[in-house]
């Protein structure tokens, strides 16, 4: 039993670092992937840790987390690096792609001062990494701060991305081979001013969870709903229910995970921004009946039923053309 709020340990009785995280689902295995935090915070633009790497860790229950290290290391070597600890490195996802048989991972890269506002990518033949990196740019030359990416079950991938300094939240495809994007991106919420996205598929429906944008602390979640990955997006309103319900008790999404059961874990991040560190991490069961999605409060992530859903591997030609 994971305790919501409190220090999570892996099987080596270390705290979990993996914040801003994602989890990936293969051979039976889930992979849990995030930022690694483990640094002095200190007081730049916002509050900041250098930038460590990106970790894994393992498990097989959604419950004992098994660390595999870091998967995509700072370059302390190199200034002029995108990983170079001055910089940022956030909200880390991984997508294997059906095609080349790749792993896939996408960040967020930027200057201390969030001008440089670019996804950065890098590509690991395992889960396990090492992830090498490829080199980062801005979608269709338009900023990009909080993003995630959502591999639909025929196998086209999605990046979405907060722009305009995140004034605009947007979505393009990604390429075959998952390290690029594709066309030109299309508006989700215009000018709404929101971020840290999490997709996930229901049925035949796109629901995706976003914050608004008020640095490391907590504000009231929305969710909207979509016919299709690129739109249109219908906003319902605020999943959560209950005491802590307006401020997303204390949390911010960054993943959701469809689970056998028919409900979706979703992951979410409580920022201590004094001590980045010791951020907390908050897994609640959502529950969804047609296009309503809830989310209720729950002292722990007990991990019953927390079987992932079985994860479509489409055949090349089941893929979507553009
Ligand atoms: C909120 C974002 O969701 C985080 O990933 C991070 O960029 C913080 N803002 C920085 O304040």
Redesign the pocket.
């Given at each position: 039993m994971l305790q919501n709020g409190a220090p999570w340990l892996d099987t080596q009785g270390r705290p979990i670092q993996a914040h801003?995280g994602a989890l990936l689902r293969h051979d039976d295995v889930t992979y849990w992937y995030g930022e690694n935090k483990d640094g002095d915070t200190y007081q730049g633009f916002?509050?900041r840790v250098d930038v460590i790497g990106v970790s894994c860790y393992a498990s097989t229950d959604l419950l004992a987390w098994r660390p595999e290290g870091v998967v995509l290391p700072a370059r302390p070597d190199d200034p002029t690096h995108d990983l170079h600890p001055s910089n940022?490195a956030?909200?880390p996802k991984v997508l294997r792609n059906p095609h080349t048989g790749k792993f896939v991972m996408w960040l967020?890269v930027d200057h201390a001062d969030?001008t440089l506002a670019r996804v950065g990518v890098a590509v690991a033949d395992t889960p396990r990494g090492p992830f090498r990196y490829q080199g980062s740019f801005r979608p269709a030359h338009m900023d990009s701060?909080?993003f995630t990416v959502f591999q639909d079950d025929d196998g086209q991938a999605y990046l979405y991305f907060s722009s305009d300094w995140n004034a605009t939240l947007r979505v393009v495809p990604l390429d075959d081979d998952y390290t690029g994007v594709r066309s030109a991106p299309t508006d989700v919420f215009t000018r709404a001013h929101r971020?840290?996205p999490a997709v996930f598929r229901h049925g035949d429906r796109y629901f995706m969870l976003t914050?608004g944008?008020t640095?490391?602390d907590p504000n009231p979640a929305e969710y909207a709903v979509a016919p299709h990955p690129l739109g249109p997006w219908s906003v319902i309103g605020n999943p959560c229910q209950g005491p802590g319900a307006d401020l997303t008790f204390g949390a911010?999404p960054t993943f959701a995970l469809p689970l056998d059961d028919g409900s979706v874990l979703v992951m979410l991040d409580r920022?201590r921004k004094e001590d980045l560190r010791d951020s907390r991490y908050v897994w609640l069961r959502g529950h969804v009946h047609g296009e309503q999605l809830t989310l209720r409060w729950q002292d722990a992530w007990t991990g019953t039923h927390a079987q992932a859903a079985h994860v479509v591997t489409p055949s090349p030609s089941s893929r979507r053309s553009e």
């Open positions: 801003g916002l509050h940022v956030e909200r967020h969030y701060r909080d971020e840290a914050s944008c640095g490391w911010q920022w």
